[in-house]
């Protein structure tokens, strides 16, 4: 929700933001096709352009928050599959009789016990460190929330007053 709503207002700002949407085609020397941008033909005032800033910086952190979730995720899902993968073989293991069982199947039953455990602790690590990550990102965002309420505030209030006049 909240990646859709910076994107929207990302897109919004490009749009008011002429210099570098509607800009006309050039050739270069070449004969290619190119795109000249020119800062200078900006009709943002700083205070607009810091806004702008904010909200792309804001943006970039909701992105980079969404990558590192994701890579979780998959680091987790692939953590699964290794353990059902194993737990899978060692129920093939005990469900052959004891008298049956030779000494070969009693080593292999022990490996895969070690193995499963071990992945089972990095995946609790991996499930505490995703913890720990999103109690940093609440902090983040309170010192941002705070910053926003501090800094742009002041500065959108005075770009209302300016574009009312």
């Known amino acids: 929700m909240e990646l859709k709503k910076s994107i929207s207002d990302t897109e919004r700002a490009l749009r008011s933001y002429g210099a570098v949407s509607e800009t006309a085609w050039t050739t270069d020397k070449a004969g290619r096709r190119r795109k000249d941008?020119?800062?200078?033909?900006?009709?943002?005032s700083p205070e607009e352009i810091e806004v702008e800033m904010a909200r792309i910086?804001?943006?970039?952190?909701?992105?980079?928050?969404?990558?590192?979730?994701?890579?979780?995720?998959?680091?987790?899902?692939?953590?699964?599959?290794?353990?059902?993968?194993?737990?899978?073989?060692?129920?093939?293991?005990?469900?052959?009789?004891?008298?049956?069982?030779?000494?070969?199947?009693?080593?292999?039953?022990?490996?895969l016990i070690l193995k499963i455990h071990k992945l089972v602790q990095k995946r609790d690590f991996l499930v505490d460190d995703a913890e720990v990550e999103r109690?940093?990102?609440?902090?983040?965002?309170?010192?941002?929330?705070?910053?926003l309420r501090l800094k742009l505030m002041p500065l959108e209030k005075k770009l209302k007053a300016a574009q009312s006049e």
């Open 37 to 44: 941008v020119s800062m200078a033909e900006s009709t943002m």
């Open 57 to 111: 910086q804001r943006l970039r952190e909701v992105l980079v928050r969404r990558e590192s979730e994701l890579r979780f995720m998959m680091d987790d899902i692939q953590l699964c599959k290794d353990i059902m993968s194993l737990k899978q073989e060692l129920r093939q293991i005990v469900a052959v009789p004891e008298k049956e069982k030779t000494k070969k199947h009693r080593q292999r039953e022990e490996e």
């Open 135 to 147: 109690l940093r990102e609440r902090e983040e965002d309170k010192e941002m929330a705070e910053f």
